[in-house]
């Protein structure tokens, strides 16, 4: 899929912010922590001439979407998701006007301008956000807000293992049993359930499998 040329300056600006882009279709990662990114994901919509960015932030646990991918029985190696998210609308003040960031073919002053006013979003309003949530017990505290969506009730028992606390990650998965999905994201989770209830009942302080080192792909 070839980049939009409008899109090109967000290499830039994202660079400039200590960002790697982890893939060509606009998503890009910084280190918060050890095995934690701030994670941001440009959603777009286009037309003739124009793209309008919907960004996403969020972040990820790297141990956490390790196992998660794994327990749910799909490939750990395709996994690109936040562990909790937002959207950068819902962070920056509500009298700002929509759309935010609209890129326009030909129009290259306005569109420097805007991309400098994204940077600037990310910097002011995204970034204290991803840092309050830049440990494993803030992101427990996330996740128990669900601000993971589906994940939410995914991740936090793996997280809780992960630290240490199996039998609050055991009352988590029974939790989760309740927890209505709102987001379409297609899991069986009393199959995962039992997944995760297994292993840490043989692993009770944490997984024998460890993850990978994290760290930034550039595809």
Do not use: C
């Not at 994202?14 to 990114?37: C, Q």
């Not at 001439?49 to 979407?65: C, K």
């Amino acid at each position: 899929m070839a980049e939009n040329p409008l899109e090109r300056p967000a290499r830039e600006i994202f660079a400039a912010r200590g960002f790697k882009r982890r893939s060509p279709y606009g998503l890009f990662l910084k280190p918060l922590a050890e095995g934690i990114n701030a994670w941001v994901g440009l959603n777009r919509g286009s037309g003739p001439g124009w793209i309008s960015l919907t960004p996403t932030v969020g972040v990820r646990h790297e141990q956490v979407q390790y196992h998660m991918t794994r327990l749910l029985g799909r490939d750990p190696k395709k996994s690109t998701a936040p562990t909790v998210q937002t959207t950068l609308m819902f962070l920056i003040p509500r009298e700002r006007k929509s759309p935010q960031w609209l890129f326009v073919k030909d129009e290259d002053q306005s569109n420097t301008a805007t991309w400098e006013l994204l940077g600037r979003d990310i910097d002011q309003y995204a970034t204290p956000w991803m840092l309050e949530r830049s440990t494993p017990t803030q992101l427990i505290a996330a996740l128990r807000r669900h601000e993971g969506l589906e994940t939410s009730r995914l991740g936090l028992p793996v997280l809780l293992w992960l630290t240490g606390d199996p039998d609050g990650a055991r009352e988590a998965i029974e939790a989760g049993r309740q927890i209505r999905n709102i987001t379409g994201m297609v899991v069986d989770y009393n199959s995962y359930a039992e997944r995760l209830h297994a292993e840490i009942d043989a692993h009770p302080d944490g997984p024998r499998e460890p993850a990978p080192h994290p760290g930034h792909r550039r595809k």
